[in-house]
């Protein structure tokens, strides 16, 4: 099973709003991440937690807030996005950092 | 840093057709090499890998890719195309460290999109 789920599979917001994003997997993988994925881009790390410890922030600003509340749990805590925030938010987990990347389906955000 | 460069944005064959997508990687240390799959409404799908041992590896629906080091590549090929393989390939490479772990960032290449007509 290299199942990883996410949730909402969508969203719209508002540019006040504050929503969050869930990803969980239930294979042991001990790495997880956070992807942006622009329409006809391929996608963009953002952050990388290694057994539930942010280990790569890729200069996101601050208006994304990761959250990693045990190994199967992934958050992505979304507060005063602009419209150019809109995109797939794709969640991966591996069993370690060098191993296959497992993908969810990802949540499509749309913001207002 | 490294970085990805996928040769062709459109690929666009006819069922039975051979295809040869090329990809090619910057990066001075050992990477482990992906292709993943895209297709239409779908997540991405691991296709293949490469870590180490015979660099020619194959993967899921008859895909196979060869990692030529001299020539940082890894082109991925598959004989005879279906329509079913109508999708987005994606690269990506993994950089490793001295020690032969990962820092887990995982760079892909723009994509290819290939249309495969009946």
């Known amino acids: 099973d290299t199942e990883v789920t996410q949730t909402p599979k969508h969203l719209v917001m508002g540019m006040t709003n504050k929503k969050s994003l869930k990803c969980e997997q239930h294979m042991g993988h001990r790495a997880m991440y956070w992807y942006k994925q622009k329409a006809k881009k391929p996608p963009e790390l953002m952050f990388v937690?290694?057994?539930?410890?942010?280990?790569i922030n890729e200069s996101v600003p601050s208006r994304f807030s990761p959250e990693c509340p045990n190994s199967s749990l992934l958050n992505l805590h979304l507060h005063a996005l602009q419209p150019e925030d809109s995109a797939l938010y794709l969640c991966?987990?591996?069993?370690?950092?060098?191993?296959?990347?497992?993908f969810g389906p990802g949540t499509r955000l749309l913001v207002l | 840093a490294q970085s990805v460069s996928q040769h062709n944005h459109h690929v666009i064959l006819s069922e039975a057709a051979s295809l040869e997508l090329g990809c090619n990687y910057s990066y001075g240390g050992t990477v482990n090499l992906f292709w993943y799959v895209q297709y239409p409404g779908q997540h991405l799908q691991l296709l293949l890998k490469y870590f180490s041992g015979d660099p020619l590896v194959k993967g899921i629906k008859g895909f196979e890719a060869e990692f030529i080091k001299s020539k940082f590549s890894f082109n991925l090929r598959k004989p005879s195309v279906q329509w079913s393989d109508t999708a987005e390939y994606f690269c990506a490479v993994n950089a490793r460290t001295a020690g032969g772990t990962s820092y887990g960032k995982l760079t892909f290449g723009q994509g290819t999109i290939l249309t495969v007509h009946p």
């Open positions: 937690y290694s057994y539930e410890k942010l280990s």
């Open positions: 991966a987990s591996s069993l370690t950092l060098a191993e296959t990347q497992y």
